[in-house]
């Protein structure tokens, strides 16, 4: 059997994923009285991650004496194809997919902003910015799903989770809003340039169950066993939540590409985010409120 994780990244969950679902099949084949199947694992992110880290790790899934379990790495954009046709049988991803592959061109071109640092345009553009990002993310995902369908063979699987927003009773927005809000304010505050701020965008858009859903079944290559929708923060000790531990979480995941266009500026983000979240929870609340942990399974018939 051939296992893929698409966006393992680099730290101590990079193997995750697959660690499980290695260990489910010994199982399974255990319970069974089975012999099991040899397996191969590769491991996909991008060619910048560091993958001499996730390397040295992956001796740790092959076993001596045990099951033979290979491992390999498939760089490149999972909006490409990675793997030959009809060549896997199980792809997971865990928090990569509500990356898009680009920001949207109708914004991007036309230099609408994405978070307008005014907050009544940014309350009257936003249905228009957010409608541009939905449109991205209904043609990457069912992108992913036609590449993804021709490397699966029949009858294999893919376990998904996307960062994304509850369905309904909130009024849309960016999921990366609890960045751009901070950015915003240093902005205003002389911190970053102003036009830089208006030009910065992140390829990052937050799906309902239903956007998954829709573009699921329009594509039509898979058909959905399970769908679960958990509050993003749900299961986490809440005096873990501090403004400090949140800024670090977004400086974690951001640092890349708020680098890359500010320069050096995430000590001051994160010192700023702290000052503002510590004055006023409800800012840091209001972002979280609506954001999901959608979590799915799918099969090829
Ligand atoms: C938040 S991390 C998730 C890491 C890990 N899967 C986890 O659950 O902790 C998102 C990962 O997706 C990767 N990613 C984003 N866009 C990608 C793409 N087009 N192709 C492959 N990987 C991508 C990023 O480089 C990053 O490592």
Redesign the pocket.
Known sequence: MVIA???????P??L??VSVAVEAIHGYCLQLQQPPPELCVFL???PD?DFNTVVKSLVTIRRCNGPVVVTGIAP????ERLFTSSSVHLVC????LH?L?KAPEVLTKNQIPAYYIDEHARREKLPMVLGAYAQQFRKDFRHFLKLRAKELVPGGQMVVSIIGRHSDGFAPFHIWGILAQVLSLMASEGVIDKAKFDSFYVPVYGPSKEDIREVIQEEGSFSIKEFLVHDFLSGLDNTLVTPSWIANQIRA?YEQIVVQHFGDVMDEFVRIAERRWSLDRSLLQEEHAGLAMLTLSVTKP
């Open positions: 994780d698409l966006g393992c990244s680099s730290g969950n990079a995750a994923l996909n992110d991008l991650n490149g954009s999972f909006y991803s865990s928090s990569s990356w592959s995941v």
